[in-house]
């Protein structure tokens, strides 16, 4: 059984950064998908980047150039690097992670951490 942990959520003004952590225990997490999502209360859950085992990431058009993911496979962490927030990146973040690379669906989820974004 694989557990995820977010941490590192928080009050931020407009423009500023946060750094998002997951940590990951239980199983080979080296071949393990990872993403992170957001939600906001009342609208459906987003993707918002991910990055496979071999290192290869996505990103979701509205954070594309301003978020970065990486992961540090000796340290079971993945992490979220947010520059340049805007109002509309507030949201619960979770991480996710998945076996199956192929598959569309995330098999673990953490319970998010709060971003929010205001001045």
């Known amino acids: 059984q694989v557990h995820v942990v977010e941490s590192g959520g928080g009050l931020v003004q407009p423009g500023g950064s946060l750094r998002l952590s997951c940590q990951a225990s239980?199983?080979?997490?080296?071949?393990?998908?990872f993403g992170w999502f957001r939600q906001v209360a009342g609208k459906e859950r987003e993707g918002v980047a991910s990055?496979?085992?071999?290192?290869?990431?996505y990103y979701a058009e509205s954070v594309e150039g301003r978020f970065t993911i990486s992961r540090d496979n000796a340290k079971n962490t993945v992490y979220l690097q947010m520059n340049s927030l805007k109002p509309e990146d507030t949201a619960v973040y979770y991480c996710?992670?998945?076996?199956?690379?192929?598959?569309?669906?995330?098999?673990?989820w953490g319970q998010g951490t709060q971003v929010t974004v205001s001045s």
């Open positions: 996710a992670a998945k076996s199956d690379s192929r598959s569309l669906a995330y098999d673990y």
């Open positions: 239980g199983g080979s997490l080296n071949y393990y998908t």
């Open positions: 990055i496979g085992n071999d290192r290869h990431t």
